[in-house]
Nanobody, 122 residues
Framework: QVQLAESGGGLVQAGGSRRLSCAAS????????MGWFRQAPGKEREFVAS????????YYADSVKGRFTISRDNVKNQVYLQMNSLKPEDTAVYYCAAGPGPSDSSLGYDYWGQGTQVTVSS
């Protein structure tokens, strides 16, 4: 099992950047693929990005390709989401998740963080 805790959310102007971090507990982090999801009020949770166990493979939702970058540091037990060129529609609670392999479905992940709010002003 792994416990996840996101940080780095906040208010940012459209066009700005923000980096989210997800800290994972213990020494199990390297056994999990990691994903970032987000959920806006009244909407379904949606896939943002995922990364393989080693960090060698990354995947992105079309809506964030070219703007967001997911990465991981298996030594520090951290996964990151670098968000650039932010848009108001990026406003959501962002969740870090861990699962057996990278997936664009929330069903592919077993563990979730508490979420961190990202608000992008127009």
């Amino acid at each position: 099992q792994v416990q996840l805790a996101e940080s780095g959310g906040g208010l940012v102007q459209a066009g700005g950047s923000r980096r989210l971090s997800c800290a994972a507990s213990g020494r199990t982090f390297r056994y999990y693929a990691m994903g970032w999801f987000r959920q806006a009020p009244g909407k379904e949770r949606e896939f943002v990005a995922s990364v393989s166990l080693s960090g060698s493979s990354t995947y992105y939702a079309d809506s964030v390709k070219g703007r967001f970058t997911i990465s991981r540091d298996n030594v520090k037990n951290q996964v990151y989401l670098q968000m650039n060129s932010l848009k108001p529609e990026d406003t959501a609670v962002y969740y870090c998740a861990a699962g057996p392999g990278p997936s664009d479905s929330s069903l592919g992940y077993d563990y979730w963080g508490q979420g961190t709010q990202v608000t992008v002003s127009s």
